[in-house]
């Protein structure tokens, strides 16, 4: 299956990152840090260019502490970036980001150059949270689904200092399909873009290998060998009471529990990728992309070669 969702906002969004970026000295990505590689926008970084950002890992709490450790080390590497681990809902940690912001870019401050700030990162990622919680007050709408923000908005958190918040926005082609999965596991796509029994199934396939002790606990297995990713959501299903007629498991039920309860943190703090994980699954997407290419490029050549005039 492939998932994918760029719905028409989306464009009117990318349209005003580029309008905004013009004026903009510091970028601020919030990442989900259950999925820091899969949820940065690879569009929005052709965008930035060399522009300085902080990568915000979001949703610290619920991510594994020592993949945390690893995703900080791989981003704070790359040129010209910071990364720091939020809880977007806690204050004093939030008001760290604007000192991360005139240490990005210290020549900015005071009346005649204020810090501009623009904010972004996929849906559901938690911008409107951390926004309220910059200001100490409601002021973004926020919601557990993707899509809440659908316009620009601007936020005075100090004489000098102006954030920028743009709607969620992923792009146009998911090219890595173990993002694609991960990313709907998330909550950053729209329910109508993907099958949640597969993607149950696949964050349940990925949760066994590596954090086998939460789907024991939380769901009360006396084992996770039941056979394949399926039976896994049946027994699941089981457990809890989703029944049909004749005894048969309602496995759609059972999916909306596990990813109702993955996104709540209820299966223990679990990260779905390694920075090595997603490097790898990029490099196959980019050569399996190269090949495609190749080969419409090779059938293009034998076409014009058929009608060529002798």
């Known amino acids: 299956m492939t998932i994918q969702w760029f719905p028409g906002h989306m464009h009117l969004t990318r349209k005003a990152i580029t309008e905004r970026l013009d004026d903009t000295d510091v970028v601020i990505e919030l990442l989900d840090a259950r999925l820091p590689g899969s949820s940065a926008n690879p569009l929005l970084a052709s965008l930035i260019g060399a522009k300085p950002t902080l990568k915000v890992l979001n949703k610290q709490d619920l991510a594994d ?117 991960r990313l709907a596991a998330s909550g950053a796509v729209g329910r109508n873009a993907y099958d949640e029994q597969d993607v149950a199934m696949a964050l349940l396939g990925y949760l066994r290998g590596h954090y086998a002790a939460g789907l024991l606990a939380r769901y009360k297995l006396p084992s996770l060998d039941v056979g394949n990713d399926e039976a896994l959501l049946s027994a699941i299903g089981s457990r809890r009471g989703c029944l049909q007629g004749k005894g048969r498991v309602d496995l759609q039920k059972a999916a909306e529990i596990v990813l109702t309860e993955y996104r709540g943190g209820l299966l223990g703090r679990a990260t779905l990728e390694t920075p090595d994980e997603f490097l790898g699954w990029v490099a196959v997407a980019q050569a399996a992309e190269a090949q495609r290419a190749a080969e419409k490029a090779a059938k293009e050549a034998a076409r014009k070669g058929r009608f060529k005039a002798p």
């Open 65 to 181: 502490p020592e993949r945390n450790a690893l995703w900080l080390a791989h981003y704070n590497a790359q040129p010209r970036t910071r990364a720091v681990l939020l809880d977007a809902s806690e204050i004093a940690p939030a008001q760290k980001l604007i000192q991360a912001c005139f240490e990005l870019d210290p020549g900015r401050g005071g009346m005649v150059k204020p810090m501009r700030v623009l904010i972004c990162g996929i849906p559901n990622v938690g911008k409107s949270t951390l926004i309220n919680s910059l200001v100490k007050k409601r002021a973004a709408h926020t919601g557990d689904e993707a899509g809440i923000t659908r316009r620009e908005q601007r936020v005075v958190l100090a004489d000098d200092f102006y954030l920028y918040d743009t709607p969620g926005m992923l792009w146009p082609r998911i090219g890595v399909p173990e993002s694609g999965y």
